[in-house]
Nanobody
Framework: QVLLVETGGGSVQPVGSLTLSCVASEFCKSMAWFRQFPGKESEGVAALVGVSGTIYPNHLMDRFAISRGNATNEMVLQVNNLKPEDTAVYFC??????????????????WGQGIQVTVSS
């Protein structure tokens, strides 16, 4: 069982930036971020495979950046030019041994508890 802990959420003003961090209990080959809007299905926002393999949905790739953190079991999501529609609960996901170039929820085995991000003036 891999445990994932997200930090860095909170309230941010529009056009601001935010960094979310996810720390896993062990190294995971693939890690990703999803977000959940109230009453809607979750959306994959970024995935990372290995050190630098990344995938984003087209409509987010100019504002979202996923990378490994300082530790090998850490993953960071940088979000720039935040918009009110980015308000959601953000979840970290991981696969320990598989290279997962996927933003589909059912491709991921381990999940964090989620962290709230609110973008409002």
């Amino acid at each position: 069982q891999v445990l994932l802990v997200e930090t860095g959420g909170g309230s941010v003003q529009p056009v601001g930036s935010l960094t979310l961090s996810c720390v896993a209990s062990e190294f995971c080959k693939s890690m990703a971020w999803f977000r959940q809007f109230p009453g809607k299905e979750s959306e994959g926002v970024a995935a990372l495979v290995g050190v630098s393999g990344t995938i984003y949905p087209n409509h987010l790739m100019d504002r979202f950046a996923i990378s490994r953190g300082n530790a090998t079991n850490e993953m960071v999501l940088q979000v720039n030019n935040l918009k009110p529609e980015d308000t959601a609960v953000y979840f970290c996901a991981a696969n320990r041994d598989r290279a997962s170039y996927s933003l589909q929820r059912d491709s991921w085995s381990y999940w964090g508890q989620g962290i709230q991000v609110t973008v409002s003036s």
